[in-house]
């Protein structure tokens, strides 16, 4: 008999791997196995800097130190720290935990965990800045609470324990995207006030000691199942964010808190060829398929991970994977997928807005030697002085105090190809002098993820969005769950698509593109998207083709059936007022900028509001988008329909 338990157990697995098994076309797992040809066990003894010797920040003590560093932050960084002296440390209790089973809502068990880790960064940073004491007694409290805590793992990640539930399990510890980052902040509050805590009492590190032990070096050592590592990969599955992101706070962890060399060497070691799989999983091209949010975890944290390795190791490793070029195609993917004011391209569970994190991206395009990417991140401050990075992600925090001097110097430019083409991930990106700018993708529906849209497209004019996709809700569990396709964002009706003889596009490995084509010279896109329907759709092909012109878009659908079963549909989204003045005329009109959908007048209209009640949704798009349903009127075997959509 299946149990609720394991009912629960096989949904979560559905969660985090989303497409755990990819078509064949999709696959792009190659034994690169860079960072291994760098060195072994034995070489990393050798050339370990022992007794956090490459930490490259100022020592508590050395006050002349940190003001040289922070000049006109120290305040600001002081400041931000005075309004959580009287913070109140939030209790998360057991219901908050259970309430992942219950409900289905993470978010009650993470705000207030969140809190907790961006205070205690927070007044990390104030004392730093200025080094009296007087935010000492708030961090004990803070991390007393934290090491009191039975996990650091996140409700909705605490079911890959044994018992599969989501209230933390004293009886085993696992490590997530959030519990190693908990690790890696404590470790940096037991390297910088070790001293100070010893002279208030010495248990206090001691047990932040032990704890990171229990939690982070010990689990990561013993523990090979951990699916994040990619130990027991098999061909097919995904390995994706989660590696680099939890792989680099571990390693901090590791550098900061352990002084044994061989003990060192063999967990640094272990940390390489489990990045690794990473890194021989990523498709050659770079582009990130989860999209823009999600760069900073993958791509972003992979960039953290390299450059921890470089300094724990005095520079003898990673500098030679920044000159790879798919490492530096990784890192350009964010600058070509911004388009402008804040929006980016967001296919998958991706946001339409963002951009990212100015300090991350000058790094990173600093060490690849991108200057694409170093001018992109002063173009992503706006004309504002760089401030260190907040939040709750420590190592994030540090880097930017580095080099907020550097970046305020450097010339703010958004500088990108028309076109950009990732033939692997099936992204094309393209734009022209009128101020447009088009992004259409192939693929399949078992991306990490993934949302069913092979073939949809969006369209943004003067920056702003035409043709959308609307992104993705709040997380709850239905999100990552066997319920997914239920919910409407994830649909091929809510994407830039057909409905053929009316039938969606469907879920699985199965269901792909073919036939995928850019034409750059031509500024043209085209697709095969029959494939991604199921077979109750009686299609034999569907290609579908984009042309960008000087001030449109051409859309095509040229199509055979084996068939006729029902009318086929053409959705578009849009966001902002939609009128029909004409036959075969559709006007769309955002922030007083209008397009003009021209389309058959053998079709018949239908408009849907679609309200957004959910906050992920509406704080990017406001109360509502649009739905514009084009139903044919006749039913054929096989036929042509185009579209043209016009800046007015």
């Not at 490259?56 to 002081?78: F, K, Q």
Request: proline share 4%.
């Amino acid at each position: 008999m299946v149990t609720n338990r394991t009912k629960h157990f096989l949904l979560l697995i559905v969660m985090v791997i989303i497409g755990s098994f990819l078509p064949k076309h999709a696959v792009a797992y190659e034994e690169r196995n860079l960072l291994q040809q760098l060195a072994d066990e034995s070489r990393l003894r050798d050339i370990l800097l022992m007794k956090q010797q490459w930490v490259p920040y100022p020592s508590y003590a050395d006050r002349e130190g940190w003001e040289t560093l922070l000049g006109e932050n120290r305040e600001r960084l002081i400041i931000s720290g005075e309004k959580l002296l009287d913070y109140k440390w939030k209790l998360v209790p057991a219901t908050a935990y259970l309430e992942f089973e219950r409900s289905g809502d993470r978010n009650v068990m993470q705000n207030p965990y969140d809190a907790n880790l961006k205070a205690l960064n927070t007044l990390m940073l104030a004392e730093l800045a200025e080094g009296k004491g007087r935010f000492i007694d708030q961090l004990i409290d803070g991390v007393f609470m934290s090491c009191e805590m039975t996990s650091w793992v996140l409700s909705a990640h605490l079911p890959y324990q044994s018992t599969h539930r989501s209230l933390p399990d004293f009886r085993e510890q696992v490590i997530d995207i959030s519990s190693g980052g908990y690790g890696a902040l404590l470790a940096w509050i037991h390297y910088f006030f070790h001293a100070s805590f010893d002279k208030i009492d010495p248990v206090i590190s001691l047990r932040i000691s032990q704890v990171i032990k229990d939690r982070i070096l010990d689990p990561y050592m013993d523990n090979d199942r951990m699916w994040w590592m990619a130990f027991h990969w098999k061909s097919g599955q995904v390995i994706n964010n989660w590696n680099p992101w939890c792989n680099s706070n571990v390693l901090q962890c590791f550098l900061l808190m352990e002084n044994d060399r061989d003990r060192l060497a063999k967990a640094v070691y272990r940390t390489m060829q489990s990045v690794d799989r990473f890194l021989n999983f990523v498709k050659a091209d770079g582009a990130c398929e989860e999209g823009p949010s999600y760069w900073s975890h993958a791509a972003g944290k992979l960039f953290d991970y390299l450059q921890m390795l470089s300094e724990g190791t005095n520079g003898e490793l990673s500098l030679s994977l920044f000159h790879e070029p798919m490492i530096q195609r990784m890192g350009e993917y964010i600058s070509r997928s911004y388009i402008g004011d804040g929006w980016v391209v967001n296919f998958a569970d991706a946001s339409a807005k963002g951009g990212g994190d100015p300090s991350l991206i000058y790094r990173y395009g600093k060490a690849v030697k991108s200057s694409e990417m170093i001018h992109f991140a002063a173009y992503l401050l706006g004309g504002k002085k760089p401030f260190p990075t907040m939040g709750n992600d420590v190592f994030r925090s540090l880097q930017s105090l580095l080099v907020c001097n550097e970046l305020s110097g450097i010339t703010p430019k958004h500088d990108v190809p028309d076109v950009t083409w990732y033939p692997d991930t099936e992204f094309c990106y393209m734009a022209n002098k009128s101020e447009m700018f088009f992004a259409a993708k192939g693929g399949f529906n078992n991306e990490s993820h993934n949302h069913n849209d092979v073939g949809t497209f969006s369209l943004y004019i003067k920056n702003l969005p035409m043709f959308i996709d609307a992104g993705v809700g709040t997380y709850t569990k239905k999100t990552f769950s066997s319920e997914r396709y239920t919910i409407w964002t994830m649909q091929s009706d809510y994407h830039n698509l057909p409905l053929i003889n009316g039938v969606s596009q469907r879920f699985g490995q199965r269901y792909k593109a073919t036939s995928t084509v850019c034409h750059e010279q031509q500024q043209k896109f085209s697709v095969d998207i029959s494939k991604a329907y199921p077979a109750e759709a009686k299609v034999e092909s569907w290609i579908r083709s984009y042309q960008l012109g000087k001030n449109k878009l051409t859309i095509c659908d040229r199509y055979k059936l084996k068939e006729t079963l029902n009318s086929n549909c053409v959705n578009f989204m849009t966001w902002g007022k939609v009128t029909k003045p004409a036959l075969g005329e559709i006007i769309i009109e955002v922030k007083g900028q209008k397009a003009r959908l021209k389309y058959p007048t053998q079709f018949e209209v239908k408009v849907d509001t679609v309200r957004l009640e959910d906050s992920r949704l509406s704080r990017v798009w406001g109360k509502e988008i649009y739905r514009i349903s084009l139903k044919d009127s006749k039913q054929k075997i096989k036929g042509e329909y185009k579209f043209v959509v016009e800046k007015i």
